[in-house]
């Protein structure tokens, strides 16, 4: 039923399901616990005062699900059709004409979903992979993202050595950088002014030295118009400064342009369990 569902949403306009998808951010707000996570990240990100831009937000976050269906399963065509300009190309063919592989980190922030698809339509790309807990929308997932020349790495060692193959062939991989990992996974990084545990694989690919890395965003362009995917360039490391932070640095670069994008109500300052809280030093920082 749910697959029927989703299989007729992928027929609707764009401009319907970003109506709707308005009024389930609506909804989902009323969560308590989610309307906790996204206010305080929100006020993190110096935005607490700022009541258009949490408006907006509340908004955008449903319009990420109301579109998912028809990114995932709308023809193919039909969907790369939406990208209405890509901009920062010059820094992918650079890396090509090198012959480097590339290290593309996209955050969550407008859809995602769909730059990935964009950057697949220039190359070979693998994709760090993490099944969602609904078993039908993995499977879903799955056969969307699959294609002769893209390929998905689970979230283990194998998929790992996927990553640094495709790197080594001078291919591209994507990483979703701001999702908290599991135990050992990851290190304490300043994110907005506060620690939040972040990959260490995402630092240790973009230090690879046969490889660019670059940070994508797909963003959503007013009034259901479509979206661009906008490409920039990790920027240089600041002194002392760690990859992991660095890394979450050029992501907040990234999402200030436009921060009623970012989903905010994600818990990114969670602790795994069983990790080490952050030092004194840290949660100061």
């Known amino acids: ?58 908004g955008e976050a449903g319009k990420m699900i109301a579109e998912a269906p028809k990114i995932l399963l709308d023809a193919r065509e039909k969907t790369l059709a939406l990208v209405r300009a890509f901009e920062g190309r010059e820094h992918i063919d650079a890396a090509r004409a090198a012959g480097k592989g590339i290290v593309y980190l996209t955050p969550h922030f407008g859809c995602f979903e769909l730059a990935g698809q964009a950057l697949n339509e220039l190359g070979p790309l693998t994709a760090l992979y993490r099944p969602p807990k609904i078993a039908w929308l993995g499977t879903l997932l799955e056969q969307r993202r699959k294609r002769p020349d893209g390929h998905l790495a689970p ?4 998929g790992v050595r996927s990553l640094i193959g495709a790197l080594r062939r001078g291919e591209a991989i994507l990483v979703l950088p701001d999702q908290v990992p599991s135990r050992g996974e990851g290190v304490w990084a300043e994110f907005f002014g506060k620690p939040a545990y972040t990959m260490t694989l995402a630092a240790r690919l973009a230090e690879r030295k046969d490889s660019v890395c670059l940070i994508v965003t ?29 890394i979450n640095r050029a992501l907040e670069e990234a999402i200030r342009t436009r921060p009623e994008q970012y989903l905010w109500g994600y818990n990114r300052y969670k602790r795994p369990s069983g990790a080490e809280p952050p030092a004194a030093s840290e949660a100061s920082g």
Not at 155 to 158: E, F, I, N, P, W
């Open 218 to 246: 797909g963003e959503r362009l007013p009034r259901a118009a479509g979206f661009v995917v906008r490409v920039r360039p990790l920027p240089a490391a600041l002194a002392g400064e760690s990859s992991e932070r660095r």
């Open 1 to 58: 039923m749910a697959l029927a569902l989703m299989r007729l949403a992928a027929r609707a306009p764009l401009a319907m399901l970003h109506a709707i998808g308005v009024a389930l951010g609506w909804i989902a707000y009323c969560s308590p616990a989610y309307r906790r996570d996204l206010r305080r990240n929100l006020a993190l990100a110096g935005y607490e005062r700022d009541s258009r831009v949490r408006r907006a937000a509340i």
């Open 155 to 158: 979230a283990d060692m194998r």
